[in-house]
């Protein structure tokens, strides 16, 4: 079993910064990919941000250009760096860990931008 902790979500005015950050209990060097997803009301979760073991980025189309995805390994932790927030950014966020076949999610962060 893997935990994720997440923090760093909050209030921000609209075109303000977050940067999230995602604690892993086991090593995030080999797994197969980590990142995040967010979820609004209703709504099935999507992707934001994914880091591959190819060491390959990919972002959603809606933030391009304005989120980042990092990892440390040697602290097993990911961070979202997220710059010029709009309202439609404001969702439940998630850190996810893909293991073989098992995705691991943590238990959310609230991210409000305001406008």
């Known amino acids: 079993q893997v935990q994720l902790a997440e923090s760093g979500g909050g209030l921000v005015q609209a075109g303000g910064s977050l940067r999230l950050a995602c604690r892993a209990s086991?090593?995030?060097?080999?797994?197969?990919?980590i990142g995040w997803y967010r979820q609004y009301p209703g709504k099935e979760r999507e992707l934001v941000a994914t880091?591959?073991?190819?060491?390959?980025?990919d972002y959603g189309d809606s933030v391009k250009g304005r989120f980042t995805l990092s990892r440390d390994n040697s602290k097993n932790m990911v961070y979202l760096q997220m710059n010029d927030l709009k309202p439609e950014d404001t969702a439940v966020y998630y850190c996810?860990?893909?293991?073989?076949?098992?995705?691991?999610w943590g238990q959310g962060t609230q991210v409000t931008v305001s406008s």
């Open positions: 880091s591959r073991r190819d060491a390959t980025l």
């Open positions: 086991r090593s995030t060097f080999s797994v197969s990919s």
């Open positions: 996810y860990l893909l293991s073989g076949h098992t995705k691991y």
